[in-house]
């Protein structure tokens, strides 16, 4: 069953602030779209159009790491932002019709219907259009490069922010979105031109070496009991900066806090730990529209996601095998569990010739179950090996 829920920023069923759910001005400020596809059922794969494949630089690769985030400029093609100018014009004015979304109501002025979404989570397990942006190739060749080979796509959010709308206060991704390891990554797509006046992302570089730092009921989540002194937080998410603690880990940084600005087509990738925030769109009439998608190695392990939909319906104990097969393999391969995109986008789980490194030339790492179960790695014979010698200390 398709069902639209509001929730919180990441659309998962933690316990976590909720100020997103309705907006001041009464939109509803983000709602999810839930329902969980079937894991097994392979829809034939149908291929995007071609793209010149995004080869990403090496110093590119440092400074994502070195600011915790990177913004590739124009990677996606004016086409395409484009397609999705058009289709959240559609979605605005109840031109398309959504699964799970209530029609807007017939007498409803374009002002009105302009400000119902702030945004709406989730929207690949329902529209194609958002599964092709949510496993958009040039999307995926960063990040390939940044946190592959192996790369799953967990969520997507489309962002309208209309005129007046609010921003989302200091949060970490990684608190809502856990991934053991944790490599969890953001591609957020500037659709319209973003800046300070129309609420643009702002990131404080440095934090990305900070731990996630949890609310109180949360505190092992990501760190367990590892960190001795790693203090809670509370309201996290929140745009008062007095109520959202995470404040005082900003003000760590003093002078850090760097503006995204972008033009469409622009993508700005940033890890699961890096502060960041918008603030509310200040111009009188522009939008700041954004198509975000969320994402991880395909070899970490998560149970995120598990409160949306059939997940519990079906009984499924999720805390203990986890929701890895809720989540599209994007690239490459994984030892665990994954899932297929539901309109049959190519990607690596319905197209052999898109599993990673294989695919492109080099050297295939593989995995091979044993009869027991157990995972043993299969190296082929030309693929680079640590050569033991090399690291003999013994003279
Ligand atoms: O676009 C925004 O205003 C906030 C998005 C965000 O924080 C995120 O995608 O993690």
Not at 355 to 381: E, S, V, Y
Request: glycine share 10%; net charge negative.
């Amino acid at each position: 069953m398709d069902t639209l829920t509001p929730t919180n920023s990441h659309a998962d069923d933690s316990a976590v602030d909720k100020q997103f759910k309705r907006s001041k001005n009464g939109a509803v400020g983000a709602l999810a779209v839930a329902p969980v596809a079937e894991p097994t059922t392979v829809v034939e794969a149908k291929p995007q159009r071609p793209y010149e494949r995004y080869r990403l630089a090496v110093q590119d690769y440092v400074a994502f790491h070195r600011q915790g985030f990177l913004i590739v400029r124009g990677l996606v093609p004016p086409e395409d932002v484009q397609e999705l100018i058009r289709h959240s014009e559609d979605l605005m004015y109840g031109r398309v019709d959504v699964p799970g979304l209530e029609p807007p109501p017939p007498d409803a002025s374009p002002a009105e219907l302009e400000r119902r979404y702030l945004r709406i989570h989730m929207l690949h397990r329902v529209l194609e259009v958002h599964e092709r942006f949510l496993l958009h190739p040039r999307v995926l060749d960063v990040l390939e490069a940044l946190i592959g080979p192996d790369v799953m796509a967990m969520q997507s959010m489309f962002f309208l922010k209309f005129p007046g709308g609010e921003g989302q206060g200091y949060h970490q991704d990684s608190y809502y979105i856990p991934t053991v390891p944790d490599t969890l990554c953001g591609a957020w797509l500037a659709v319209d031109r973003a800046d300070e006046e129309n609420g643009c992302m702002w990131f404080t570089p440095g934090t990305q070496d900070e731990p996630v730092y949890p609310t109180a009921g949360l505190e092992r989540q990501n760190h367990g009991d590892a960190l001795g002194d790693l203090p809670t937080v509370a309201q996290v998410s929140n745009t008062d900066e007095s109520a959202n603690t995470l404040s005082r880990v900003a003000a760590k940084y003093p002078g850090a806090e760097v503006p995204a600005v972008m033009e469409p087509g622009d993508v700005a990738f940033f890890g699961g730990h890096v502060l960041h925030r918008s603030h509310r769109n200040r111009s009188a009439a522009r939008f700041r529209r954004s198509f975000v998608g969320h994402y991880a190695n395909a070899r970490s392990f998560t149970m995120w996601g598990h409160g949306n939909g059939a997940a519990g319906a079906a009984g499924t104990n999720h805390h203990h095998i986890g929701t890895n097969h809720h989540h599209i393999l994007a690239r490459g391969a994984t030892n665990l569990p994954y899932g297929q995109p539901r309109f049959g986008t190519a990607c690596a789980a319905n197209t052999p010739a898109l599993r990673g490194p294989a695919a492109n030339g080099g050297a295939p790492m593989m995995m091979a179950a044993m009869p027991d179960g157990d995972i043993m790695g299969a190296a082929p014979m030309d693929m680079a090996r640590n050569d033991p010698d090399a690291h003999d200390h013994d003279d």
